[in-house]
């Protein structure tokens, strides 16, 4: 056999093996593949069935240090905080029902006494008294609920412009006044009289004291004293409010800003608190990047 004869049947031979060649390496690519992605396929499967009733389900892990186990773990991951998340707005939303169902319900019976008659003009006064009180009471929780989802929402429509803290503190000093007063509390405040300037919204700041001073006349008996003041130190506001009222317990104090949250439910009620005061604070505090904290004692 001659050498170009030798190499024209090489050259068959190579073109009769190419197509088994290719379509070997065409299987097994895709053979490969799929082996390798079956486990994408099964996180997708798991994925799919995940709903937002069943968010505390979480995928398998496969224990191979590599993406896909990454890839499960951050996914897992994301799932609890969406659970987490998920449940407290079903918390929130049951507890709101649950506050308003209260003066709904004292509204619905009170107007029906009165439309039913036979009441004398002292009682039907009577009557609309406690409608005002408590349709007052279920706009102020309203209000309180409007701040809050707003807050969840991430729109908090607060204002960024230098503000005089004192200013804000002045003027919740004037409401809580009124409200000293009625209880025979002793109000008392000490603020310098230059002004404590800070980046944030006035509005909102005066709320935030309103809410603490209501809570130190509200928790406190008459003839008790709250002492207010306002501070300046190393370059940031410091405001304290302290009461000679009825304190917080050890175990109560890490509770005192949760939302819906009571010492005692049976009395802050009867007092029209719903407890959302010191969560809507403590937001309007860390809105203002500063800090909040409570110190206190049964008695
Ligand atoms: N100064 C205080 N002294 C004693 N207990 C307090 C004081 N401030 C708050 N608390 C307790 O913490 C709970 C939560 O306070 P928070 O202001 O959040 O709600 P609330 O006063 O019950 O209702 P709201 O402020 O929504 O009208 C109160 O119910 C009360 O038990
Ligand atoms: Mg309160």
């Known amino acids: 056999m001659s050498f170009t004869e030798a190499l024209h049947r090489f050259r068959v031979m190579l073109w009769l093996a190419l197509p088994p060649l290719l379509i070997a390496a065409a299987v097994g690519g895709y053979w490969i593949s799929r ?21 505390a389900d979480r995928l398998d892990v496969p224990n191979t240090a590599d993406e896909l186990q990454r890839l499960s773990e951050t996914l897992n991951r994301m799932l609890a905080r969406l659970n987490s998340s998920v449940q407290r707005m079903s918390q929130f939303t049951a507890d709101a029902s649950h506050e308003l169902r209260a003066p709904v319900s004292l509204i619905r019976t009170t107007a029906e006494l009165a439309v ?17 009180a408590e349709a007052e009471r279920t706009s102020r929780l309203i209000d309180s609920l409007l701040i809050l989802a707003r807050a969840d929402a ?9 503000t005089d803290v004192s200013v804000s503190l002045r003027q919740a000093l004037d409401q809580g006044r009124k409200l000293a007063v009625e209880k025979n509390i002793e109000l008392t405040a000490s603020l310098d009289k230059q002004p404590v300037v800070v980046l944030g919204d006035g509005d909102a700041l005066r709320r935030l004291f309103l809410i603490l001073i209501d809570n130190s006349v509200k928790y406190n008996p008459a003839g008790g004293r709250v002492q207010v003041a306002l501070s300046t130190s190393n370059g940031q506001a410091l405001c304290s ?59």
């Open 35 to 55: 082996r390798a992605l079956r486990p994408v396929d099964r996180i997708t499967d798991a994925a799919e069935s995940i709903s937002i009733r069943s968010l």
């Open 116 to 132: 039913h008659g036979g009441r004398t003009n002292g009682e039907y006064h009577e009557d609309m008294v406690q409608i005002l």
């Open 241 to 299: 409010v302290s009461d000679s009222g009825l304190g917080i317990s050890k175990e109560d104090l890490e509770h005192v800003f949760d939302r819906f949250w009571r010492a005692d439910k049976v009395r802050s009620r009867g007092m029209g608190g719903a407890g959302l005061g010191l969560s809507t604070a403590r937001w309007i505090v860390q809105r203002h990047s500063g800090t909040i904290d409570v110190t206190s004692e049964l008695g």
């Open 154 to 162: 991430g729109e908090d429509g607060l204002q960024r412009e230098l």
